[in-house]
């Protein structure tokens, strides 16, 4: 009898690839899994090498047994199931791991940027600079700080900052060592929180609601330099909080539909601040679109905003503020774009832990 239930297991997974029994469990990884291989002869050795990674990746049961192991890893033992890529906090709270670009260990102070770097990178921005100011242009970076930054009371307890971050350095280095304006919206983003949470507890990114204040802030900077810009004020916007949803982070999990964020905001500016929408790019590189607006004014300064996956929900709001505003997602800086585009400003974003890449643009 023994025998015959431990056969039985051993045949579950062929049985789920026939019958498809777990098709309720889906893959939550963002790759494409191993393929069945085409045997070619006399290729045997390269074709069972193969079948052994695509059976890996694919037998019966595989997402229904990750899902299991991985709740019941967070629930009763309450540690992270994937500890390099989630970090698991408190009061609900998820931060990206050392997976991406060395998040934590940046934060805890155990990977200082180099004056090297920094010298590298300041150089760079003011060559970029220079070149922008011969065709009119100006430019600002922004760097969209991590969940880590604005939130660090919800990390848990093995998790401390140690003197200044890469931030605070890469913003001295820049004030002291270059003429590039740097936005710093972390203040912003600290008094909004006292009304509305501004991440997503559940995602690497902030919610909308940051996101407005992000582009609040920006525009506000920038308008000293460009006062005809349309004013950034909070009261345009109506806010609407609504129920959550798993992000990111709870999806490498496979937990994204028992994790959710306890609130998400829908947000809309009046009718007569609204930009409309005229293109929608795709870009494999990113795997999200770069997007094209025109503004009420369309006679206003134009903007190009270069940044990464934090940019993209900003593109609801920063439009409103210019005459035309072309957001494209990417981490390099093409100057072939500037000069088809003339914009009158280049905002280049990049999110906290990946100032370093900076470096290579």
Known sequence: MIAFGFGTLLLFPIIDQCLDLSAGFKSTEKRILAPFPTFRFPHVKSYIHEFDEYYKENFGW?????????????????????????????????????????????????LPMSQSSMHAIGQRLSHFQKQLAKHGTRLYVLVAPDSYTIYPENLPDYIHENGPSNLDLFKQYLTRHTT???????????????????????????NDYGSLIASLTVVDYVKKDFPQLTDAKLSDYRVKATNGMGGDLVTM??????????????????????ARQIENTPNADMNLPSSR???????????????????????????????????????????????NEHPDIVVLEIVERNIDLLASY
């Not at 999990?253 to 609204?274: C, F, G, M, Q």
């Open 293 to 339: 607006f025109i503004g009420q004014k369309p006679t206003l300064p134009k903007l190009l905003l270069i940044g990464d996956s934090f940019s993209f929900s900003m593109n609801q709001f920063i439009p409103n503020h210019f005459g035309e505003s072309y957001l494209v997602r990417s981490n390099r800086f093409k100057m072939d774009l500037v000069q």
């Open 62 to 110: 595989r997402n229904a047994l990750f899902h299991v192991y991985s709740y019941w890893k967070l629930v009763i033992l309450g540690q992270s199931p994937l500890p390099e890529k989630v970090v698991v906090g408190k009061h609900g709270w998820f931060y990206p791991g050392n997976s991406l670009n060395h998040a934590v260990d940046k934060h805890r102070g155990l």
């Open 180 to 206: 590039v304006p740097f936005i710093d919206i972390r203040n912003a983003l600290r008094m909004a929180k006292k009304n509305h949470v501004v991440y997503s507890q559940t995602d690497t990114h902030w």
């Open 253 to 274: 999990l496979a937990l994204n539909k028992e994790l959710k964020d306890s609130v998400v905001y829908r947000i809309t500016p009046i009718p007569s601040l609204a």
